[in-house]
């Protein structure tokens, strides 16, 4: 995709980093991430996190416990991090939609 190595496209990959695309003018974001994600690392939003703090941007992340990318299942009922994804967003969106 990027024409070469991961370590030979170093600067490509920054440029496609989210961390670089954030600014003043981003929306409000809510942000999921499994501590046990090994596709995305958490530290990939950590990243995120310090970026859009620096610009003056929303941005709230929420790490799950023992959950892996695909929150442990999705948003299939009955997972744990299904439950705290869902009751998590509805606080949030609640929260940013009535200022």
């Known amino acids: 995709m990027l024409g ?3 370590d030979q ?8 980093s989210p961390a ?5 003018q981003a929306p409000p974001t809510l942000v999921f991430v499994g501590d046990q994600d090994t596709f995305a690392p958490a530290d990939g939003v950590t990243t995120l996190q310090a970026r859009a703090r620096e610009v003056g941007a929303q941005i709230t992340v929420v790490e799950v416990p ?4 695909m929150i442990d299942g999705g948003l299939i009922n009955g997972y744990a991090g299904s439950q705290l994804v869902r009751t998590t ?3 949030w969106l609640t929260e940013v939609l009535e200022g």
Do not use: I, K, N
């Open 4 to 6: 070469g190595a991961p």
């Open 9 to 16: 496209r170093t600067l490509e990959l920054q440029a496609l």
């Open 20 to 24: 670089e695309q954030v600014d003043a």
């Open 66 to 69: 023992f959950a892996g990318h």
């Open 89 to 91: 967003s509805l606080a």
